[in-house]
């Protein structure tokens, strides 16, 4: 080496004053929090004996890195975007305030898988959905972010949103609001936009990006953030495969966007969209 280990080591550390990520919450841990959360919204075993175990060591471990987040979101002063204030001064009470929606993230997510159950007929169960579809697993990490999200935790929902994404290949913002009844099918490849809202049974299928057209920009060239910018899917929506749907357009209830449409103007209730489409 041209340089001793205590140099390469004391440039390192200089190097990093600006991107300090020993700061920031410790994603390993969310996850795994996030993912004995998932297992005991649907055990796999007899959970009754443990399950108040699994609630306390999850609220612990959540509340440390909740208290990080806030922490750096206080130093860093972060900038506004369409995420609320945090709704709590302690990270005590945001995760206690989380923990206290997961029984309606349960019902939702029973709901989804109900919905994926009756969407597929490759599916043999609800069960199985909840078992094996990486669509499911995807939404239900997106619905415990989301309640973190709505809460106003800072960086926590973004790290168990791209867990999601790591797992799946299915990237969907925490901010995104999205209703019950969801249905992905294959998943690989779907983008959800921060300011996107999807209504009541919307179907989404591998490849299709729900995302922003172009963005308001500050006086110095830079994006505004916190704009809604992403589009607005009614009840019922089916969107196929590879279809791109671009800024804060509408798409009406019961609409069918058909595979490898590119959409960027709304469309009224109960439309078909093809490439053949005179609309396109």
Not at 136 to 152: M, N, P, S, T, V
Not at 155 to 164: D, F, G, H, N
Not at 186 to 201: D, K, P, S
Request: glycine share 10%; charged share 25%.
């Amino acid at each position: 080496m041209n340089v001793s280990l205590e140099e390469l080591a004391a440039r390192l550390t200089e190097g990093t004053q600006e991107l300090r990520l020993e700061r920031l919450p410790r994603p390993g841990v969310i996850h795994e929090a996030v993912e004995r959360l998932r297992s005991l919204l649907f055990p796999a075993g007899d959970v009754e004996s443990n399950a108040l175990a699994v609630l306390r060591e999850v609220r612990a471990e959540m509340v440390v890195q909740v208290g990080r987040a806030l922490d750096f979101a206080r130093v860093r002063a972060l900038p506004q975007t369409s995420q609320p204030e945090p709704q709590h001064d302690s990270p005590e009470a945001l995760v206690d305030a989380w923990l206290e929606r997961l029984p309606e993230v349960r019902r939702m997510l029973e709901l989804d898988a109900q919905a994926a159950y009756e969407g597929d007929p490759a599916a043999t169960s609800p069960e199985e959905v909840a078992c094996c579809y990486p669509g499911f697993l995807a939404i239900a990490y997106h619905r415990l972010a989301h309640e973190l999200y709505r809460l106003g935790v800072p960086l926590v929902p973004r790290a168990i949103s791209e867990r999601a994404h790591s797992l799946t290949g299915i990237d969907i913002h925490p901010g995104a609001r999205i209703g019950e009844r969801f249905f992905i099918d294959h998943g690989t490849g779907i983008v959800v936009g921060e300011t996107a809202v999807l209504g009541r049974g919307v179907s989404l299928y591998q490849g299709v990006t729900l995302g922003a057209k172009k963005f308001e920009l500050d006086e110095h060239g830079n994006p505004v953030k916190g704009v809604p910018r992403h589009p607005i899917l009614e009840d019922g929506v089916i969107v196929y495969a590879g279809a791109t749907i671009l800024g804060r357009v509408t798409i009406g209830r019961g609409s069918v966007i058909g595979g490898n449409v590119w959409l960027t103007e709304s469309v009224p209730p109960g439309s078909k969209i093809t490439h053949s489409s005179e609309k396109i």
